[in-house]
């Protein structure tokens, strides 16, 4: 049983010197961040820090924000008018049944179709 006893402490005392060790490690690592010894992080932390500029610029000119762009505010205007005729015209030609409208109102609604897909597209890059 003696034995057995020896053998936890040995145990727990090589433990415990690996504990301290990782302690005193991580506190040397620490004063070394907190004092800036460390040169090459302070290259590396440059080098990171221009990489995340650029994915920052990357992820700007994707995003548009929706009351700081003139594109954005004139696409919505755009937007609004084609609008306000598809409501005007839509309701004509269901009522009146002229076969040289629908010919030239296909057409108005097949460019006015794509620009409500592109509408789409565009949502989806237009922060909220």
Known sequence: MKYLWG???MHVKSKSKILDFIKVSQS???EKRLEGINDE???D???????RNKKKTCQEMMIIHPQKSNFKVFWDTCMAIILAVNLLFIPFTMAFDTKMLLEKNRVMEFVFDIFFSFNIL???????
């Open 41 to 43: 992080d302070d290259v």
């Open 7 to 9: 053998k936890l402490r």
């Open 122 to 128: 565009l949502n989806f890059f237009t922060a909220f």
């Open 28 to 30: 040397k690592a620490e």
């Open 45 to 51: 932390e440059e080098e990171d820090r221009g990489q």
